[in-house]
């Protein structure tokens, strides 16, 4: 995403996979347990996305698209704080454990529903020589005859499946999809034939980390998505500092 928009801050959650995602979390725990919280997370993650992409479908500006992306996000973590506000003290304080990101109670069946997030990554793994062009001015990319509204339709909407069944498995751990793209091209090249399958690894590595860690920390654990943040903040600030010499 941040090779489409041409951004290094872009992320996936930025348009809204998060905040959906956590809405319907906080609508399953607080209002239906008896639905799966996962099922309504991935439709909210789902929902989010699909909004923000209907509502861009005749805009062209990639900027309008992020601004919107972070308009309806906030729009949406209002109403979960909303909802947090007016449950249990317990249901809310489930609603914010879920927040914090959690893999520990991921089940082997939820592996193997994340299967489908993987499919959807397809498109964009025999996509990535045109998506590597974008890189180029404008001019030089329409002369090859890119669609650029085309390929960012088609990254998005990929991305956003895939996002939205990890956040409905994991919750919502932030600074992967953020720190991950900049270390794989610190690492491998800014060309994504050559990061776009290193950062599938070092993503999962990063994962595993934070998650090693968060078990470690204190006996009854932490929330990863404390630690990812712990640790991915540091190392944007450090791979920022490399960028800028």
């Not at 489930?94 to 959690?102: A, E, F, K, R």
Request: net charge positive; proline share 4%; aromatic share 10%.
């Amino acid at each position: 995403m941040q090779q489409v928009f041409r951004n290094p801050l872009i992320e996936p959650y930025l348009f809204g996979i998060s905040s959906g995602a956590a809405l319907g979390a906080s609508i399953s725990i607080g209002f239906f347990p008896q639905i799966p919280v996962g099922i309504l997370a991935f439709i909210g993650a789902l929902g989010a996305s699909a909004l923000v992409m209907f509502l861009n479908k005749n805009n062209t500006n990639t900027l309008f698209l992020v601004l919107l992306g972070v308009i309806i996000s906030a729009f949406l973590t209002a109403i979960s704080a909303l909802i947090q506000y007016f449950v249990s003290a317990q249901k809310a304080q489930s609603i914010t454990v879920w927040l914090l990101g959690n893999i520990s109670l991921a089940s082997y069946s939820d592996v193997a529903l994340s299967l489908i997030g993987l499919i959807a990554l397809i498109p964009l793994y025999l996509l990535r020589f045109k998506l590597d062009l974008l890189g180029l001015s404008k001019a030089e990319y329409l002369s090859l005859g890119i669609n650029s509204k085309a390929l960012t339709t088609i990254t998005l909407t990929c991305i956003s499946l895939a996002c939205a069944m990890a956040v409905s498995v994991a919750g919502t751990i932030g600074w992967v999809g953020l720190v991950v793209p900049h270390i794989a091209r610190l690492l491998f090249g800014a060309s994504l034939t050559k990061n776009f399958t290193a950062s599938f690894f070092i993503g999962a590595i990063f994962l595993l980390l934070s998650d090693t860690l968060a078990r470690s920390v204190l006996p009854q654990g932490l929330p990863v998505g404390i630690i990812s943040a712990l640790i991915g903040a540091p190392i944007f600030i450090i791979l920022l500092k490399l960028r800028s010499k």
